[in-house]
């Protein structure tokens, strides 16, 4: 369970002070996809950052299994909007690199199927620059899978897609998280992607954002 209480964050400039999200309390199951969205400006990246790690500065508490979250203590796994994939690298070096800097067997056997699932194999020594939106977004997700993160974080991960390719992707993307489960959090402003792909969705509204409701699917396992 990914618990977060009385969570609240203010970004300051000098002396000027944005107010991005207050008092967002959510229960986040384990082992299920949840989706969060809501109007841009709300706080949705922001508290993807916060979960992420990468924002620290916050008022709250933010648990997993009852211990602080922070990419110390667990895998976390981030599907960034622009994919963060590096330029100078090749696709397979690309998808190994986060898992061996880990210092984390990579599992030859999960790797190739991994690869075959999401049609990279042809595509292994190309450099991003030479891959498609699509394929570089398939990267992402190979990359991600393979680092066995024990949160899975997506940030806008397919609204940088023409709408034939991200449906595609995520069919990919559920079908590979099928295989693992892990606990997810999605943000997206696509209110019809977030119900497509998770069994909960929460709505942030606002400026600073507030939680509006969470919605839970009747029959997330049909959907699937
Ligand atoms: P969303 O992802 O839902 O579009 P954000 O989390 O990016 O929302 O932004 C929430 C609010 O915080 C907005 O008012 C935004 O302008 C502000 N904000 C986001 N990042 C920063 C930052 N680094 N410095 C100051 N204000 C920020
Ligand atoms: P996908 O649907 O898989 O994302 P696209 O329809 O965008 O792929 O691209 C079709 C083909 O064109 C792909 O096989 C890809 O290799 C090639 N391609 C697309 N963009 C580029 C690029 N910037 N450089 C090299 N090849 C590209």
């Known amino acids: 369970m990914l618990s977060i209480r009385h969570l609240s964050v203010t970004y300051h400039h000098g002396n000027a ?17 949840f989706a969060v969205t809501g109007p841009s400006g709300c706080g949705k990246s922001t508290l993807l950052h916060v979960l992420a790690g990468v924002l620290t500065d916050y008022n709250g508490e933010v648990r997993m299994d009852g211990r602080p979250l922070s990419p110390q203590q667990f895998s976390i796994g981030i599907v960034p909007q622009q994919y963060g994939l590096l330029p100078w690298k090749r696709v397979r070096e690309n998808i190994v690199l986060p898992a061996m800097l880990r210092k984390d067997e990579i599992d030859a056997a999960e790797l190739e199927s ?13 450099y991003p620059r030479e891959l498609s939106g699509g394929q570089r977004q398939r990267v992402a997700l190979a990359r991600v899978f393979l680092q066995r993160p024990q949160l899975l974080l997506l940030d806008e991960a397919f609204a940088a897609l023409d709408m034939l390719t991200a449906e595609k992707s995520r069919q990919l993307f559920l079908h590979l998280w099928d295989k693992h489960r892990v606990t997810t959090v999605m943000v997206t402003h696509n209110v019809e992607e977030a119900v497509a792909m998770s069994s909960r969705v929460a709505i942030i509204s606002g400026s600073p ?11 997330a396992d049909v959907i699937r």
């Open 209 to 219: 954002g507030r939680l509006v409701d969470v919605f839970e699917h009747p029959d």
């Open 17 to 33: 002070e944005v107010k991005a999200l207050e008092d967002l309390s959510l229960s986040i199951p384990e082992g299920e996809i």
């Open 114 to 126: 991994t690869i075959e699932i999401l049609g990279l194999s042809d595509l292994l020594h190309r």
